[in-house]
């Protein structure tokens, strides 16, 4: 079993910043990769972005590029969301999960973190 706990969200004006981070605890080291997800109501869940733990392999969703920055603490076993630049849209409840493969579907990650939220006003 791996444990997520999720931290950082809160209410930010439109253009503010806010960094987001998941520590994570268990059994990691069956896990390879950790990535965000957000949801907001109404929509389906969205891919933010994915990282390996060596930090080496990332990717982000296309609604994010240039904005936002994942990131890797191993000492800490954490990972970080960077928000900059933050728009009304980006409005969500933020989930971090693991996974065994890099993937940006949903359905391959295993663990989930209980979720954040972040609201972004305009």
């Known amino acids: 079993q791996v444990q997520l706990i999720e931290s950082g969200g809160g209410l930010v004006q439109a253009g503010g910043s806010l960094r987001l981070s998941c520590a994570a605890s268990g059994r990691t080291s069956r896990t390879s990769f950790m990535a965000w997800f957000r949801q907001s109501p109404g929509k389906e869940r969205e891919f933010v972005a994915v990282i390996s733990w060596n930090g080496v392999i990332k990717s982000y969703g296309d609604s994010v590029k240039g904005r936002f920055t994942i990131s890797t603490d191993n000492a800490k076993n954490t990972v970080y969301l960077q928000m900059n630049s933050l728009k009304p849209e980006d409005t969500a409840v933020y989930y971090c999960?693991?996974?065994?493969?890099?993937?940006?579907?949903?359905?391959?990650?295993?663990?989930w973190g209980q979720g954040t939220q972040v609201t972004v006003s305009s």
């Open positions: 999960a693991v996974s065994r493969q890099f993937a940006t579907r949903d359905n391959t990650y295993e663990y």
